[in-house]
């Protein structure tokens, strides 16, 4: 599941392919300075962040814009045909200013294109757009200050989308310098599934799990500085099977065991992981669900298509019938969970009726939250040369309607809210007067009165507003 989920002003988790200006406003005399603009899921999130530290000990230094930055990476989105367009308009804008920047004598801007679009059209970015001096697939930016140097010395490889995935987590140090109380820790990456719609095993080639023991180092760099949540994210997460803690032999672990285990890591108060397929949620899995206090109630549970002939054309592997049993079995579990998915509109053949389905699906197993798009063309994927491809408008006329209901859906859950008193985990101070800003355990921002000592910290927020996007509350005592 290619889990694109973005973040809003703080670190919000919405859809995909939307752009997210992320950096830090520190600079330091005599560094050089670095300007990453991020694009589409999580996973895209992760990489910035490692992007950014493995660029620290080489002198760079993030700042918030491009306008005058030594370093421009475009980490990029292909998810769809609008993300990846986005790269080239906004390499005419980065264009101007590396031109502006060598004319008033101020140095080199190097420009780089990395992410899934980097490694699907890396060829054609060098062709289209001189400017561009590093093409580097998600495999490859551990190899970032290296190329630099190559660079610098003009010669060595601008483009680089080998495939090796082992071979850049080890690579790439475990200790992390995380940005506030809440952090993607990838545990998993690539798809093995071809859906016939998604770019993802192309992009991001075949699954691979990262063994236990690394990811437990990570996770404790993140909590030793202060990480509280810690977000799992793999595009097929619950698909992990990795290697288990040397001190337990050879055997592998599932999601299920590694959740169980981080879990009683002191310090570690929330966990999370996105994104999953219906085929993969094991009973181990569920049963951590039902046990796991830590784990948050909210899954991000992708069903595309309500319509078993359409889920069939998509190569899902399920149907309507299987994932409505995996649903009773979860809140079975744990009654209290909201659940979340994607949805795609318009794939090649989906009739009026096939879509009732997909409105009937969603009636029926109700969201808190959920992600709609139209089907949009991939280059590569199977589902490009499919027959019965949709009008663009029939395609924008059912994306209206079932957002309509989603929205519905949505705010009824919110509203639902109101009067509970939720743990929020405040991550910051909001725009209004003393008002501190967090997160719920539904994911939704959350709005409210109280002293900055908070930010860090779980407290109990009473609900007594929501809206499409966020609450808002009162703080209570204890
Ligand atoms: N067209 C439209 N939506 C797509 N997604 C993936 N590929 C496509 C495509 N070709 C959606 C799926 C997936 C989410 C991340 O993006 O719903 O779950
Ligand atoms: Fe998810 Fe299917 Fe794409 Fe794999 S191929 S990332 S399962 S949507």
């Not at 949620?281 to 992708?302: F, G, T």
């Not at 725009?431 to 109990?460: C, M, N, W």
Request: with cysteine; aromatic share 6%.
């Amino acid at each position: 599941m290619g889990q694109h989920t973005l973040l809003d002003g703080a670190k919000d988790r919405t859809v995909t392919g939307e752009t997210v200006a992320d950096a830090k406003p520190k600079t330091i005399k005599n560094t050089k300075k670095l300007f990453i603009k991020t694009y589409g899921c999580q996973m895209n999130v992760y990489d910035t962040e490692r992007m950014r530290e493995v660029l620290a000990p080489v002198g760079y230094e993030p700042i918030d814009g491009p306008e005058g930055a030594d370093m421009v990476v475009l980490n990029t989105c292909h998810i769809r045909e609008k993300a990846a367009e986005k790269v080239y308009s906004e390499l005419g804008r980065i264009r101007k200013l590396k031109e502006k920047k060598a004319k008033m004598g101020d140095g080199k801007m190097i420009v780089a294109v990395a992410g899934c679009v980097a490694q699907a059209e890396g060829e054609e970015i060098m062709r289209r757009a001189p400017i561009v001096d590093l093409v580097l697939g998600p495999q490859t930016y551990h190899k970032l200050p290296e190329m630099i140097a190559k660079i610098s010395r003009s010669r060595g490889e601008r483009l680089e989308t080998s495939f090796d995935t082992q071979e850049k987590f080890d690579a790439l140090p475990v200790a992390r310098k995380p940005d506030g109380y809440t952090a993607f820790l990838t545990i998993q990456e690539g798809c093995d599934k071809f859906c016939t719609f998604c770019v993802v095993p192309y992009t991001r080639g075949a699954e691979f799990s990262r063994p236990v023991d690394q990811i437990v180092a990570e996770a404790r760099s993140l909590v030793s500085q202060g990480v509280k949540e810690i977000t799992l994210i793999g595009q097929n997460v619950n698909a992990y099977l990795g290697k288990a803690p040397k001190v337990e032999g050879d055997g592998e672990w599932g999601l299920g065991q590694l959740i169980r285990h981080l879990a009683t890591m002191g310090g570690l108060e929330r966990l999370r992981f996105t994104t999953s397929h219906p085929r993969d949620m094991d009973d181990e899995l569920i049963a951590v669900i039902a046990e796991e206090p830590k784990l948050m109630p909210y899954l991000h549970l992708p069903l595309q298509a309500g319509s078993d002939r359409i889920l069939r054309a998509m190569n899902r592997g399920h149907t309507f019938a299987h994932y409505r049993d995996v649903i009773a079995r979860i809140r079975k579990a744990r009654p209290e969970i909201a659940l979340s998915s994607d949805f795609i509109v318009g794939f090649p053949g989906e009739s009026e009726l096939d879509f009732q389905c997909t409105l009937d699906a969603v009636r029926e197993i109700g969201y808190g939250a959920a992600y709609s798009f139209k089907y949009s063309v991939r280059p590569g994927t199977s589902g490009a040369a499919l027959p019965g491809q949709i009008d663009e408008d029939v395609k924008s006329e059912r994306l209206a309607r079932l957002q309509a209901l989603l929205q519905e859906q949505q705010k009824a859950f919110n509203q639902s809210l109101i009067g509970r008193t939720l743990d929020i985990l405040v991550e910051g101070t909001s725009r209004g007067q003393d008002g501190l800003f967090g997160r719920a355990p539904y994911l939704q921002g959350t709005h409210f009165k109280g002293d900055e000592s908070l930010v860090g910290t779980i407290v109990k927020v009473k609900i007594e507003d929501a809206g499409l996007n966020s609450l808002s509350g009162t703080l209570v005592d204890g």
